[in-house]
Each structure stands twice: as C-alpha cells, then as structure tokens.
C-alpha cells in the first residue's frame, strides 16, 4: 500500500473508499470543500483507493484547488481485504482528525450534509453522528430500484433486532455516512472489519458511544454502479449473527476531548 500526503493539522478527516469513481471524485470533493467553506479549522481527506482506473491520480490533482489536505491510501489488489469496511479500517491509524467522517464516493451521501454532522458533533454530547436515510424527514430516493429498497428495509430492520438494547433508537444501523469522535475508537476492537456496513459493525462492538441521527436524503448516483449484490447480502447476514453471539467488550472509555 502506497501513500501520497500533503500535510494539515485537522478538526476532521473525511474517509472516502474508492472503487473506480475516476467519474464523481472531482465533483465530490470540490462539493466537500464548498459545504465545510464555514468551518474555520482545517480539515483533510483520506481517500482509501482501490481503484483500477485514474481516481487516485484525480484526487490527489484536485489538493491543489481545495482548503484541505489530502492523501490518498492505493491498495494494490492483493491487499484488499475486507471491502469497503476493510478499506475503513486501513484508514483509522492513518486519520489524525478529532473527529473521522466516512461516506461513499458517488454522490449518494451529500456533501452538504457534512458541516451538520460536524456541527452536532463538536456541540460536545455525542460520540457519533449518523446521517440517516430512515429517520423522520429522511430520504432512500437514491436506492435504484423496489428491490433494492426492499432489500434495505429488510435488511436495516434486521440489524436492529441485532443491537444491544441502548441502541435500538438507531433508525439506520446500515448507514455508509457517518461521523464518529476519534478518541472514542477501540482499533484493536475493528481489527476483523470486513464488508460493506463499517457503521453496523463499529456499534455492535462499541456499546457505550453516545449516537444520535441527522436526517437526510440519499441521493441518486451520479457516475459508476452500486457494488451491492447477493453475496454481499448474504455475507452480511452472517457477519451480522456472528457479532451478535461473540461476547462483546464494551471498552469505549476514551475521554471525549
């Protein structure tokens, strides 16, 4: 695994797993940049690459035109386990941001949402900010089709049968878009991250985050198609019930800061 840096001292860093979105990360980041224009302390991006086409090269031109700093992780094939929630889980030792924003890089999680989730995050009371499509005034427009709204729903409804009590509030325990305050990370809790739900697996196994859920409206794709496929469904299902009978370590005891 490579690493291309230019360096920041951030309030945030944004992660952004990337599989062949040479056609959205332009308009991506240039979005993400406009949306934290307000935002006075500096921020950076740290795009997790596991791409065949140009999208690493695109990024890292695109540090030229934005505030922020931006790095980018490739992953040459033969180390990219895990999925997309692997590609999370290379990226936490490497974010030095206080709070860690994950989101998708085909436009289906808005940009603008993100100075909203930072601003309820810095407000002091939450570990985690879920950006949710299922919320009240929330949106699954972006979903292509029935079936893969149907598929969600169903899917959605099952991990929150899988949450420990305290959470069962959390509407969309499947959301890709989050953002999460750093020193309240056990890594070593996530070193068997895997898949397409990082979220999902980060609360099953951290019981004691404070959580709370902006509403929004998941967007159509812009460029590229959705990895989702029957596999992966039935991938999750499995993980799901093997983090709900492995005894759990609730070992969330940083201090918020």
């Not at 386990?81 to 290379?90: F, K, P, Q």
């Not at 490497?94 to 603008?112: E, F, N, S, T």
């Not at 993100?114 to 900010?129: F, H, P, T």
């Not at 079936?147 to 929150?160: C, D, G, N, P």
């Amino acid at each position: 695994m490579s690493e291309q840096v230019a360096d920041g001292d951030p309030l945030l860093t944004i992660v952004i797993p990337t599989r062949d979105e040479a056609g959205s990360i332009r308009p991506l980041l240039a979005q993400v940049d406009a949306s934290l224009a307000d935002i006075e302390q500096a921020y950076e991006v740290l795009v997790v690459d596991d791409s065949s086409d140009d999208t690493a090269k695109i990024a890292m031109q695109m540090r030229h035109q934005l505030r922020a700093s931006v790095r980018v992780l490739h992953r040459e094939p033969a180390a990219r386990t895990g999925s997309l929630a692997g590609a999370v889980r290379e990226a936490l030792p490497y974010a030095r941001g206080k709070w860690i924003a994950v989101m998708d890089a085909d436009l289906q999680h808005p940009p603008r949402v993100l100075a909203s989730l930072l601003a309820i995050g810095e407000s002091g009371q939450y570990d985690v900010v879920i950006a949710s499509r299922y919320a009240p005034s929330g949106d699954a427009k972006g979903l292509a089709s029935p079936y893969r709204r149907i598929v969600s729903i169903v899917a959605t409804a099952f991990a929150r049968r899988q949450l420990p009590g305290r959470l069962a509030h959390v509407t969309d325990p499947l959301s890709g878009f989050f953002l999460i305050r750093k020193c309240r990370m056990q890594i070593d809790l996530l070193s068997g991250l895997r898949g397409f739900k990082a979220l999902f697996e980060i609360l099953m196994t951290h019981t004691n985050l404070e959580v709370v859920e902006v509403p929004y409206s998941f967007d159509r794709r812009i460029a590229g198609r959705s990895k989702a496929s029957l596999n992966i469904g039935v991938h999750f299902l499995v993980r799901a019930v093997g983090l709900r009978v492995r005894p759990r370590r609730s070992r969330s005891r940083g201090q918020r800061s």
